[in-house]
């Protein structure tokens, strides 16, 4: 075994725990550890380079230890990061959300995306004095009880007012708001969905249209999750290229280019509510991660990188679904082109899935077979070619793999190293 994999399984419950755990990619192929990155790439604890195609799960928007972001965030540094009060900064960046997104007022910030998607249902729930919160079924918020993956020490009664239906699916919603008529506070949406182990999926173009027509009639409050998808879709936020016009909304990961801080923004109407509910953090003013957001949001709007990201995506996208094709493999990159998630149609057991990805990861390329990638303004020409250059060989190799094998059985992944 790995030595620090041991070290890790001795010292840390679950070893390596959460989304980075390798064991819900590939345990064998996968790195444990990394040591340094620059730019799209990284180095693992082997001293072995990988071409990088999840941006530390999305923190990553401009390049790993971007020069003009680690130059805002390390001057601030130099005068202390954590203070007896915030800094000034913190309005800098508020005044700077605000005028972005445009449909807030006000903005609060945090650590981590689960503070703020935490602290929007409760400002909701203030503002309406309704308990009940409807969510997608399958969609991730966070690690709180009312919406952690696992059931693991969470009380039934701590998620008995979350309601969930699926994605695109508005006769669930109705049937819904129907049932719990005057109970609702809040429905809370990521701007398209990312469910683990599946294909990602677009809103269908009535959905966000009709929950928000419902949700304005019913006094519901519209939660925008764009934790994930946040500045990587449109500069202004994702409302803007889905036509959506939240009352609350959660950023995190890129806003501050893997800098950590988390933020809440919200509507006029909810500002007494948002005073009432109490929210606070030892290091939530810290003044580096302020700096570095103001840098990350200057050098996305300045580049367009929303636009640069797609670009890239969709070449990405077209090369490797062209490159299946060429092998008789229905493969499809889905969701949006800057995020996508890789997929193989029949293929229930995910097997072939995981046979791509492990032996992408044999040509040190890090995509996951379960989770969504990214692809962050390094992503230059040149990465893109190696990358399509290395899942060429990831597909032939794939194929070779089914043509020795029987048509119904996909080899584990582990045996063709
Ligand atoms: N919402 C979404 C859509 C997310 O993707 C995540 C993190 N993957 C979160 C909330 C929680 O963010 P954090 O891990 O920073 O608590």
Request: glycine share 4%.
């Amino acid at each position: 075994m790995n030595p620090l994999l041991s070290r890790a399984s001795r010292l840390i419950p679950g070893s390596i725990y959460g989304h980075t755990s390798p064991i819900l990619s590939h345990p064998q192929t996968a790195p444990a550890f990394a040591i340094k990155a620059k730019g799209a790439r990284y180095i693992d604890a082997d001293g072995n380079e990988w071409l990088d195609l999840m941006c530390a799960y999305g923190t990553n928007i401009l390049g790993y230890a971007h020069p003009t972001v680690l130059e805002a965030a390390i001057r601030q540094l130099h005068n202390s990061d954590c203070l007896n009060h915030p800094t000034p900064l913190m309005l800098d960046l508020a005044d700077r959300l605000i005028s972005l997104t445009q449909f807030a007022a006000w903005a609060v910030f945090a650590k981590n995306g689960t503070d703020v998607t935490t602290y929007a249902i409760q400002v909701a729930r203030e503002h309406t004095r309704r308990p009940k919160i409807l969510s997608i079924s399958g969609a991730y918020h966070g690690t709180a009880p009312w919406c952690a993956p696992s059931i693991a020490g969470i009380l039934p009664e701590e998620r008995r007012h979350i309601h969930t239906f699926p994605w695109n699916d508005l006769n669930h919603f109705h049937t819904l708001i129907k049932k719990h008529h005057n109970q609702i506070a809040a429905i809370i949406l990521t701007p398209f969905h990312h469910p683990n182990f599946a294909p990602a999926q677009l809103p269908s173009p009535d959905f966000f249209p009709t929950i928000q027509n419902t949700c304005r009639q019913h006094g519901i409050q519209i939660i925008l999750d764009d934790i994930r998808a946040g500045f990587r879709l449109h500069h202004r936020g994702s409302h803007k290229i889905f036509n959506l016009t939240p009352d609350l909304a959660c950023y995190g990961k890129a806003l501050a280019n893997g800098f950590p801080i988390s933020a809440c923004l919200g509507a006029a109407h909810l500002r007494r509510a948002a005073e009432r509910v109490f929210f606070t953090g030892s290091t939530w003013h810290s003044a580096a991660s302020m700096a570095a957001a103001l840098a990350t949001l200057d050098l996305i709007e300045k580049n367009n990188i929303p636009q640069f990201l797609h670009q890239q995506g969709l070449r990405l996208k077209n090369s490797l679904e062209q490159l299946a094709a060429q092998h008789s493999l229905s493969f499809t990159l889905t969701g949006p082109p800057a995020m996508p998630t890789p997929h193989f149609e029949n293929d229930p057991s995910l097997l072939l899935l995981q046979t791509f990805t492990h032996l992408l990861m044999r040509q040190h390329v890090f995509l996951h077979p379960h989770h969504n990638g990214f692809l962050c303004a390094a992503h230059t020409d040149y990465e893109i070619n190696e990358i399509i250059h290395r899942s060429q060989i990831a597909f032939a190799s794939l194929k070779s793999t089914l043509s020795q094998t029987h048509p119904h059985t996909y080899p584990h992944p582990t045996t063709h190293d």
